[in-house]
């Protein structure tokens, strides 16, 4: 789902093709219940990437959208299931992408990742929020969390970590049913502004190769231990 910032008072999207665009601007009506509908301003970026500005007035907040996860809005906005659940019911590779099973938690790379290695630390109690969870899954997914910074570290050396969660859809959640942490491995120089809030990020590696790596890396600590 689209997040980020003020600015400008407007809206702003790039290279929409029609039927995301279609379904942006309904999302925007049905989220911010302006008082008349949005303008929409076009023109191109100084990369020459196409531009849309939905100007909203009297909604409840102007925002700076990318529509970079627009694909995963749109499937998401289908799901009638919880995308966790079902994933929890597959067998695990790179179809469902989970590389982790525990008792009461378990970890998932994310389909559409902010950076590569970004990963999810989900528990399998389908709940909304932190607090209804029960101390001990709690524990299993901060253990879980730790665990797999130290993996992350290993294999692909960043500099930093963004760790965190959005709790419910005003946050910006984009499965908001099921409560989960984000694991963003970072680099010095990596991303800007934009990429972090706005959701805008060209990703160097396969998911698939993704998958491979954290498996293997998680195989050779299970054997080690």
């Known amino acids: 789902m689209p997040t980020a910032g003020k600015i400008g008072g407007g809206k702003f999207l790039a290279g ?4 995301e665009e279609a379904v942006l601007f309904l999302y925007v009506l049905k989220l911010y219940k302006p008082a008349s509908a949005p303008k929409v301003r076009r023109g191109h970026t100084s990369q020459g990437r196409g531009l849309i500005i939905l100007q909203v007035q009297g909604g ?4 700076l959208w990318s529509p970079w996860r ?38 998932i790379l994310n389909r559409f990742p902010y950076t ?6 989900v528990p399998v109690a389908h709940v909304d ?3 209804k969870l029960d101390s ?16 992350l570290r290993e294999e692909y050396r960043p500099e930093a970590f963004n760790l965190g969660a959005n709790i419910g859809a005003a946050a910006g959640a984009g499965i908001a049913e099921h409560v989960h942490l984000h694991i963003v491995p970072r680099w ?5 502004f934009m990429s972090t809030i706005g959701e805008t990020r060209v990703i160097p590696e396969d998911l698939t190769e993704t998958y491979r790596r954290i498996r293997a890396r998680l195989d050779d600590r299970l ?3």
């Open 60 to 63: 409840v907040m102007q925002t």
């Open 116 to 121: 590569t290695g970004h990963v999810m630390v």
């Open 16 to 19: 929409l093709r029609a039927a």
């Open 188 to 192: 010095q120089g990596d991303t800007n």
């Open 70 to 107: 627009m694909r995963y809005m749109m499937e998401n906005n289908k799901n009638e299931t919880c995308i966790f659940c079902d994933a929890l019911r597959q067998t695990d590779g790179v179809e469902n992408l989970i590389v982790w099973r525990g008792e009461r938690a378990f970890v």
């Open 129 to 131: 929020t932190l607090e």
């Open 223 to 225: 054997h080690k231990d």
């Open 136 to 151: 001990p899954t709690r524990s299993e997914m901060m253990e879980l969390m730790t665990e797999m910074m130290i993996l």
